[in-house]
């Protein structure tokens, strides 16, 4: 008769109580039984010894005169990703024409300069900037590069892959969804700038560069929730990367420029802080948004809303045609685009418009001329005219206004009745006249009343 005698490792993997990390090997010899036993002072000094634990576990079976090895295997768990809810769909977004036309023109032409919206809790801000998203196009981007670079664009390609373009390697390519990259109002400089990799310094002695938010959110969107609340410093080093188009890093020894190319997108609440006049006019529009009014608009954004709530794959799937007509608007937008014209005579008095709200800087005709451009693309036109300016001027203009809070008239009505007496100066002349007559007569009137009195004396309610 032959015996096959198992080893210690195997009959302590045999046993369930020690697959749990109860019992040592001295414990299972001990205890002269099969998963129980007493523990004695043998393998109470030995608790240290690490639990027998393995993904093969030689399980002892009673056949005939021996005991026969067999290999099970554990189960593998499976881990399974969380399903990511779909946005919003940007078409279904009742009411707030303003600020819906202030995104869709910062997507057709994104040298606009972003879009600062501002206005009450609970208007959408947060949601229209998320679901714009869905209209853009995939980019094509090298796998695995921190900085979305491009693989035929120099101008968009990161430091490492623009060496390994020059070397002469043929660069892989994946199209990708356009990135949003939102910054959260804790973040630090270096957090978003990027810094040296302390990783590779302490394992590898080398200086690297760790990539911010800035490089993440190249040929994408940066949302700025609460930019108010923003540490102003802050805000400017973003601001400056969307307007120049690249990031420069000057820190602990790293020297590095990286493409920056994005759209920056800011929104806040003004009753929580107002932004420096530096950084509203670094913005390229700024809208104004409220609370809707109007019933029936309201009540259908309260009904989407909850049926997007209760089934958003079915809702955003039940408006598909919507927003695909709306992305293949903007597409053709961005190819119309390079052959709008724009008059001379426009351009002027977009200048005159400028000056006569007495705006700081040149940035505000810079952007209405991009901005009245974008809007005729968008239009599916290839000539500007001084309608389409009137349409984009207060989105343009109106932050750029110097605030004074003694000046009864708002800034909104001061970029208007400038327009109006640009486009008809008959008219707003006319207008004028009659209101200086009016306001002689009721001197005139006035002055008769207090005929015979002295100066200062009370003459009564009016």
């Given at each position: 008769m032959m015996h096959f005698t198992a080893t210690a490792s195997q009959r302590c993997a045999a046993s369930p109580f020690a697959r749990r990390g109860l019992y040592s090997d001295n414990a299972r010899q001990n205890s002269g039984q099969r998963g129980v036993?007493?523990?004695?002072?043998?393998?109470?000094?030995n608790r240290?010894?690490?639990?027998?634990?393995?993904?093969?576990v030689m399980a002892t079976l009673s056949k005939g005169h021996g005991i026969v090895a067999a290999a099970a295997t554990e189960p593998e768990v499976k881990v399974s990703r969380a399903k990511r809810r779909p946005n919003f769909p940007f078409s279904r977004i009742a009411g707030q024409e303003d600020m819906k036309l202030a995104l869709l023109l910062n997507v057709v032409d994104p040298g606009i300069g972003g879009v600062l919206i501002m206005g009450d809790r609970g208007c959408g801000k947060s949601v229209a900037v998320r679901s714009i998203v869905d209209l853009l196009p995939e980019i094509d981007v090298v796998p695995g590069d921190d900085f979305n670079s491009s693989p035929t664009s120099t101008k968009l390609m990161g430091?490492?892959?623009?060496?390994?373009?020059?070397?002469?390697?043929?660069?892989?390519?994946?199209?990708?969804?356009?990135?949003?990259?939102?910054?959260?109002?804790?973040?630090?400089?270096?957090?978003?700038?990027?810094?040296?990799d302390i990783e590779k310094a302490l394992s590898e002695g080398i200086k690297?560069?760790?990539?911010?938010?800035?490089?993440?959110?190249?040929r994408g969107i940066l949302y700025v929730d609460e930019v108010n609340l923003l540490d102003d410093g802050l805000v400017d080093v973003v601001?400056?990367?969307?307007?120049?188009?690249?990031?420069?890093?000057?820190?602990?020894?790293?020297?590095?420029?990286?493409p920056a190319k994005f759209i920056m997108i800011g929104s806040g609440n003004p009753a929580e802080g107002e932004l420096r006049p530096q950084l509203l006019d670094r913005f390229g529009l700024c809208v104004n948004v409220s609370t809707l009014l109007d019933v029936d608009a309201r009540t259908q954004m309260t009904l989407d809303r909850i049926a997007y709530e209760k089934d958003a794959d079915a809702f955003v799937q039940s408006v598909k045609e919507e927003q695909d007509a709306l992305r293949e608007k903007l597409d053709k937008a961005r190819a119309l685009l390079p052959k709008v014209e724009i008059p001379r005579a426009v351009r002027l008095k977009i200048s005159q418009l400028g000056s006569m709200v007495d705006i700081d800087g040149i940035r505000g005709?810079?952007?209405?001329?991009?901005?009245?451009?974008?809007?005729v693309a968008l239009e599916g036109r290839k000539k500007v005219t001084m309608d389409d300016v009137i349409r984009v001027a207060?989105?343009?203009?109106?932050?750029?206004?110097?605030?004074?809070?003694?000046?009864?008239?708002?800034?909104?009505?001061?970029?208007?009745?400038?327009?109006?007496?640009?486009?008809?100066?008959?008219e707003a002349a006319e207008e004028e006249r009659r209101k200086k007559a009016e306001e002689a007569a009721a001197a005139e009137k006035g002055d008769s009343k207090r005929a015979g009195m002295k100066a200062g004396a009370w003459s009564g309610l009016p």
């Open positions: 036993g007493n523990i004695s002072d043998t393998n109470r000094s240290h010894q690490k639990p027998c634990f393995g993904g093969q430091p490492d892959v623009l060496q390994r373009y020059l070397a002469g390697e043929t660069l892989a390519s994946e199209m990708v969804k356009t990135p949003l990259v939102e910054l959260p109002l804790g973040a630090t400089e270096d957090r978003i700038c990027g810094t040296i690297a560069y760790e990539p911010g938010l800035l490089a993440k959110a190249n601001l400056d990367s969307a307007a120049g188009g690249q990031n420069t890093v000057e820190r602990e020894g790293v020297s590095i420029v990286h005709d810079i952007v209405c001329n991009r901005a009245a451009a974008a809007f207060l989105l343009c203009l109106n932050h750029r206004l110097r605030k004074d809070p003694l000046d009864p008239i708002d800034n909104g009505a001061k970029v208007f009745l400038a327009l109006r007496k640009i486009v008809n100066p008959e």
